[in-house]
């Protein structure tokens, strides 16, 4: 009798052992780009990235802790460019939330015990205005003539994009001397989007639809946790989906965006300036605020 797990190896050998690599140039790749960030060719539209998972500790020498849940949402929209040189361009804007909840209720918690050091801390939830793009991308490379080129794993009806992000900057919290006695943020942001392969690798087609996604995050302990020095990460792993319609969003979200951010519903304008939000330049606004009170 065949089990589930080996019902599941046949369907994905039917498949073939490895991925069809597709590799996207010209209108083509230009038209991937826009619906992998976009999720459409056309410009202003709002869409949902909704994301849903749990968050580790990681300390040497002790067993990994389940710290919390996690549930958050990117809202944005793209607009587009035109440059002499480069060509047509897009650039994505948004306002992305993620809160913390207890592992055992479920709830929104708002106060944590850090079983460290036995203190009691404030959460501090993301709440990120903006997270945009640095800077357009464009069909054409900055000669004017190497075009985009954008490249998919194909497992049959299914396109997945899959990149990783490594982080290592200077810390904003930290001091003066980063580079002699250390300060940097180290993490990485590992990203896989599962898509409708004919949609996404047809370059007439607008719009990709609904897509599937993978989120994990390796990174330092969160400011308000007050770890200080101690040895130690994060790990951050979740699933979710992005889409168009806004009520197809799990209504826990919906509540918790409405009670709590309700203006984080509407991404920024397309033309926004500003620099981007994180955990740790929020954070640094929220003490600085918190001592003129």
Not at 86 to 112: A, L, Q
Not at 210 to 230: F, H, I, K, N, Y
Not at 241 to 252: G, I, R, V, W, Y
Request: glycine share 8%; net charge negative; charged share 25%.
């Amino acid at each position: 009798m065949n089990k589930p797990w080996m019902i599941g190896w046949i369907a994905f050998a039917m498949l073939g052992a490895h991925a069809e690599t597709v590799t996207l140039t010209g209108d083509a790749a230009y038209s991937a780009a826009q619906k992998g960030t976009c999720g459409t060719t056309e410009a202003g539209v709002v869409r949902y990235g909704f994301w849903e998972g749990r968050a580790y500790s990681r300390v040497p020498g002790e067993k990994d802790r389940h710290l919390f849940d996690v549930m958050g949402v990117n809202v944005r929209q793209c607009g587009h460019l035109q440059d002499a040189t480069k060509g047509r361009g897009f650039r994505s804007v948004s306002r992305e939330i993620m809160v913390y909840m207890d592992p055992d209720t479920g709830e929104v918690i708002d106060r944590w015990e850090n079983p460290w050091t036995g203190k009691t801390v404030e959460v501090l939830h993301v709440a990120n205005d903006p997270v945009n793009m640095r800077a357009p991308r464009f069909e054409f490379n900055g000669d004017g003539k190497s075009t985009l080129s954008r490249s998919f794993r194909r497992y049959g009806d299914m396109a997945v994009s899959s990149y990783e992000i490594p982080l290592f900057y200077d810390n904003p919290l930290a001091g003066d001397y980063q580079q002699y006695v250390g300060g940097t943020y180290h993490a990485m942001e590992i990203f896989d989007t599962f898509y409708d392969a004919d949609k996404m690798l047809d370059g007439d087609v607008a719009s990709v639809g609904d897509s599937r996604l993978a989120w994990v995050r390796v990174a330092q302990w969160l400011p308000w946790l007050e770890m200080g020095s101690r040895p130690g990460l994060m790990v951050f792993n979740a699933t979710g989906f992005s889409t168009f319609d806004k009520a197809s969003l799990p209504k826990a979200l919906i509540d918790v965006v409405d009670t709590r951010f309700p203006e984080y519903w509407t991404p920024p304008p397309t033309e926004d300036p500003r620099p981007n939000e994180t955990s740790w330049t929020v954070f640094q606004k929220w003490k600085a605020n918190q001592a003129d009170d």
